[in-house]
């Protein structure tokens, strides 16, 4: 068959032959890709989640601390730290559900049942160690509770020693690779 007629080139094909299957190949093919990087862009979220909550657990249990041995009631000083953060413009993954913990509070969820499902929710062993810590206080009353949280501090600060020891060996070892 010529490849010019009437001096425009020429495409032949054979008849029944169709590229629709091609369509659907690449359809699937855009579909898959959209999926994981969706899948991934979620995937990278609850990693920054994650991190932002293990690091904001030393200042927020720090400042618990503080406020309680000051005199001040559980529920007073979760208020507080609730309230200093409405304050601020900052969106923070721990502070966030503290408020989420207060305003179920302020609708008649038990203040007890309350820090445990704050820790529940955070799902990391230091939260629920707060959370069960402030439940059994309410319980049993205050005795030890200001050397129990001093000793989370101390622990939580050697944490955020240790991520953010981390975080610097992370940095360096990204300036090291386009040398």
């Known amino acids: ?6 001096g425009k080139e020429a495409s032949y094909y054979m008849e ?3 590229s629709w299957w091609k369509y659907i190949v ?21 990693k920054a989640r994650d991190e932002e909550l293990k690091f904001s657990f030393a200042p927020i249990i720090t400042k618990l601390t503080l406020l309680i041995g000051a005199g001040t009631s559980i529920r007073g000083a979760w208020e ?17 559900e ?13 203040e007890g049942q309350a820090y445990v499902l704050f820790g529940k929710r955070c799902r990391f062993s230091q ?10 206080n309410l319980r049993k009353g205050t005795k030890g509770l200001a050397e129990r949280l001093e000793y989370e501090v101390f622990e939580a600060f050697e944490e955020r020693k240790a991520i953010a020891h981390r975080h610097g060996e992370e940095a ?8």
């Not at 360096?172 to 040398?179: D, F, R, S, V």
């Open 1 to 6: 068959l010529p490849a010019v007629v009437a």
């Open 16 to 18: 029944g032959e169709s």
């Open 26 to 46: 690449f359809g699937i093919m855009v579909a898959t890709v959209y999926l994981l990087a969706t899948k991934q862009k979620d995937i990278n979220m609850q």
């Open 80 to 96: 507080k730290l609730v309230n200093d953060y409405k304050k601020e413009n900052k969106k923070n993954a721990a502070y966030e």
């Open 98 to 110: 503290m408020l989420r913990i207060h305003n179920e509070m302020q609708n008649g969820l038990p």
């Open 127 to 136: 939260y629920v160690k707060l959370g069960n810590l402030l439940e059994q």
């Open 172 to 179: 360096g070892t990204k300036l090291l690779i386009p040398m």
